[in-house]
């Protein structure tokens, strides 16, 4: 069955520091995609990332960067130098090629506070 | 330009009332998604709609009632709702249709619809 688990329920930290949030997924199939997603206390789900499980050269934009990686069936999300811009609740999930209707399986979503 | 757009942002509704919710895209995707999401909690799947057929309905009560009038508009009606659906209600589209394995595009979201039910 495929599940997405995000453990951190809350980080806090304080400005420029360096932050990972982490993300365990569960699939048989062999080709499946990673999201990552940002919500902003706004509400709208902002998207940040697709990965390919055939993919797992990491990916660096700015001050992000994803790490991938197979044998531990994690696609872990670093924040460097946090801001105060970057308080949101991150959401990894998961879409599997073999399912129906594009569904992704989100993860329960972390909660993160920058704070001056 | 990736903007999914949807109206109204908050709507306050008895549970006698009949209301609509709006999402629209002009990006020229071809699949359209209704989320629900309670507080502290992820988005929740109800329909998704592909080439303007509906392809998903999660078991979503018939008091919720899509509609996709054309490719850039998909409505949810709703009628005689509880309290308990009281939530932020997501959009998404994504650039192509849905259809048996085909379903890994990337989902734009929109801003969401806070809807409260007394």
């Known amino acids: 069955a495929q599940k997405v688990t995000q453990a951190q329920t809350e980080i806090s930290v304080v400005e420029k520091e360096d932050v990972t949030l982490d993300c365990v997924y569960e699939t048989r199939d062999t080709t499946y995609y990673l999201f990552w997603y940002k919500q902003p206390p706004s509400g709208e789900l902002v998207f940040l990332i697709r990965?390919?499980?055939?993919?797992?050269q990491n990916e660096i934009s700015g001050r992000y960067s994803w790490n991938f990686q197979k044998s531990t069936s994690s696609f872990n999300f670093t924040i460097t130098a946090s801001q105060v811009v970057d308080s949101a609740v991150y959401f990894c999930?998961?879409?599997?090629?073999?399912?129906?209707?594009?569904?992704?399986?989100f993860g329960q979503g972390t909660e993160l506070s920058v704070k001056p | 330009d990736t903007e999914v757009t949807q109206t109204p942002k908050h709507l306050v509704m008895g549970m006698t009332n009949k209301k609509s919710l709006k999402c629209e895209q002009h990006m020229g995707h071809r699949a359209m998604y209704w989320y629900k999401q309670k507080a502290k909690k992820p988005p929740e799947l109800m329909f998704v709609y592909s080439y303007e057929k509906l392809s998903i309905n999660e078991s979503v009560p018939s008091r919720f009632s899509p509609e996709c009038p054309n490719s850039s508009l998909l409505n949810l009606h709703l009628h005689a709702l509880q309290p308990e659906d009281s939530a932020l209600y997501l959009c998404?589209?994504?650039?192509?249709?849905?259809?048996?394995?085909?379903?890994?595009?990337?989902?734009?979201f929109g801003p969401g619809t806070r809807l409260t039910v007394l």
């Open positions: 999930a998961l879409s599997e090629a073999g399912n129906q209707g594009g569904k992704l399986i």
């Open positions: 990965r390919n499980s055939f993919d797992e």
């Open positions: 998404a589209s994504s650039p192509y249709g849905v259809a048996g394995g085909e379903g890994t595009d990337t989902q734009y």
